[in-house]
């Protein structure tokens, strides 16, 4: 049995596109060849990559190094793949295992690819954060005058998002913006994504991730992330730590939340989707002072790179630094 993995972290550029085939721009294309081996961390002994040839030396060279597991794919290794594992799915996703010889049946569907889609358009959160039972929930915007009056209800201040983007890349401030240019934005993400989402700011102390993993159903907890982002909103890097630090710094408790978060995914996302999902948050300050944790910022349906820190931080310890509230290591994309 051998679990076929792919790095492709324009995954989420490819479904807004929503073709067959997408060509990322050059920046992603870089990402991707840059991080092309980062699967290793998730592979178990027998595992595939799919990835460069050329990056066989490198590949050995983190195998030896860090104990890693797997071995890149080559089409004549297609009949011992039992299982697929891509940083996300997309139609374009499909292509690439399609084109690399995978056998059909291992293949989603056009209705699960089409599905898929559908749940990871950042509507997603509107849903997730009713079942929880948040009073205040973002807007998706289909005119610029609705978008207009979704800012103004949330006070003059949001956030204007494209439905399909990552990284915090298609996210915009309102507070740094004219309204020629907020006008601008959000004409053009409705005209090529078809809405564009608003979303009330908070005043923010720090980001993290719950992460999951659904299947059979059931969304199940994998475990914590904090990272960081650039005060545009651009993901800058995520934290490799133990567990209980990472718990310790986000310093409000998240027992409660976790047991109302699997319970939402398990009726929102994991009747029609197996696989990683990470839930971005916030730790942010009441009117009072008071710290309470914004529990759905987004949610992906995909890896995200609190899941390599994760595994990072759980096969090799050392890696961690020694921890102070001014001590990190980063993973970053």
């Not at 699967?39 to 990835?51: C, E, I, K, T, Y």
């Not at 595994?311 to 980063?330: E, G, I, K, N």
């Amino acid at each position: 049995m051998a679990v076929l993995h792919l790095f492709n972290p324009g995954n989420d550029l490819a479904l807004a596109a929503g073709t067959q085939r997408y060509t990322p721009p050059p920046v992603a294309a870089r990402l991707e060849a840059a991080g092309a081996l980062i699967p290793l961390w998730f592979a178990a002994p027998g595992d595939l990559l799919l990835a460069p040839d050329s990056l066989s030396p490198q590949l050995e060279r983190m195998k030896a190094r860090y104990g890693l597991e797997g071995e890149l794919y080559t089409p004549g290794k297609a009949h011992l793949v039992t299982a697929l594992s891509p940083w996300g799915w997309s139609a374009d996703t499909r292509s690439r295992f399609r084109s690399a010889g995978v056998r059909e049946e291992l293949l989603p569907s056009d209705n699960q690819l089409i599905t898929h889609r559908t749940l990871s358009h950042r509507r997603i959160s509107i849903a997730i954060l009713r079942e929880l039972g948040w009073p205040q929930l973002p807007v998706e915007a289909a005119s610029v005058d609705e978008a207009l009056s979704a800012v103004d209800s949330f006070g003059g201040r949001a956030f204007v998002k494209h439905p399909w983007s990552c990284s915090g890349r298609g996210v915009f401030d309102t507070a740094n913006l004219s309204t020629v240019k907020l006008r601008e934005i959000v004409s053009g993400g409705i005209r090529r994504q078809g809405s564009v989402m608003i979303e009330p700011a908070y005043s923010k102390v720090a980001d993290f991730a719950m992460l999951f993993c659904c299947r059979g159903g059931r969304a199940e907890f994998h475990g914590l992330s904090q990272f960081d982002t650039h005060p545009g909103g651009a993901y800058s890097g995520n934290l490799i730590a133990p567990q209980q630090h990472i718990a310790e710094r986000i310093g409000v408790d998240t027992g409660s939340l976790l047991t109302v978060m699997e319970s939402a995914l398990g009726k929102v996302v994991a009747p029609c989707y197996s696989g990683p999902v990470g839930v971005d948050m916030m730790v942010a300050l009441n009117h009072a002072g008071e710290r309470f944790i914004m529990p759905c910022v987004e949610a992906n349906l995909r890896f995200t790179m609190g899941f390599v820190a994760k595994a990072v931080a759980d096969r090799h310890p050392d890696l961690c630094p020694a921890l102070t509230t001014d001590s990190f290591l980063y993973v970053n994309s």
